[in-house]
């Protein structure tokens, strides 16, 4: 994606520009028709630039789930803590007015919806069929498995799941993602579509739905 090129190499973030290139491709496929997609974990909004620009493409939208106080290796005195992003006045991570910038100089306003707010909480009330979903919010596996399970069930037949750092070796990094991928594949709702550096690309399968009992445990958390 050469149009984003420049842009994206300034926003912060840890996405892999060629796994950038891969969502934009996802996004552009899934949001034909006007067909709604849905990030989780959108932090200053390196993937949104990429999955926007793809929807927009198509027609459709991006909505963009993020509490936007960061996730647990982004807090002071983490792995992954960034100084430019702690709010002085409350003494708490805030990338929401980052990500706000970025939507605004790569012209996104009116193709991307912010929610700012944990993605368990929009899903229990949400009710619009998806095309595609990504997940890259929290890399606990109780954060990523929540937000699995809370957002699987929205994809329509044939619409895309991502899911961003998946390591098979613990060495190269967490594991709470590429479990969940695991169990999607074990599910039978989903078929391997391809896996990319760290991201990994499933496809809904025409039928079944996430057993209202996965979706029970999710629920008692």
């Known amino acids: ?14 996405l892999d520009p060629e796994e950038g290139a891969r969502l934009y491709e996802a996004a552009r496929e899934a949001g034909q028709g006007g067909r709604p997609c849905l990030e989780i974990g ?3 909004g390196k993937s949104t630039l990429y999955l926007g620009a ?22 002071p005195g983490q792995e992954y803590f960034d100084p430019d992003l702690l709010d002085p006045a409350t003494g708490r991570i805030d990338t929401f007015r980052w ?9 996104l306003e009116d193709t991307v919806v912010p929610i700012v707010t944990r993605s368990q909480v929009v899903a229990r009330s949400w009710a619009t069929p998806l095309g595609l979903v990504f997940i890259d919010g929290g890399h606990s596996f109780e954060a990523a498995y929540t937000d699995y399970v809370s957002w699987a069930p929205h994809l329509v037949p044939g619409g895309l799941l991502l899911i961003h750092d998946i390591f098979p070796d613990p060495a190269d990094g967490g594991q709470a993602p590429y479990h969940v991928y695991k169990l999607a594949l074990a599910s039978g709702l989903f078929e ?3 896996r990319f550096k760290s991201l990994g690309a499933l496809r809904r ?8 009992a996965v979706r029970q445990r999710a629920e008692k958390g």
């Open 1 to 14: 994606m050469d149009v984003l090129g420049p842009l994206a190499d300034r926003v912060k973030g840890f």
């Open 54 to 75: 793809g929807c927009r493409e198509a027609g459709g939208v991006l909505y963009s789930v993020d509490h936007h106080q960061g996730s647990e290796e982004q807090q």
């Open 192 to 194: 391997e579509v391809y």
């Open 42 to 44: 959108s932090y200053c």
């Open 99 to 107: 990500f706000r910038r970025t939507l605004r100089e790569a012209g």
């Open 205 to 212: 399968v025409p039928c079944g739905r996430v057993p209202y």
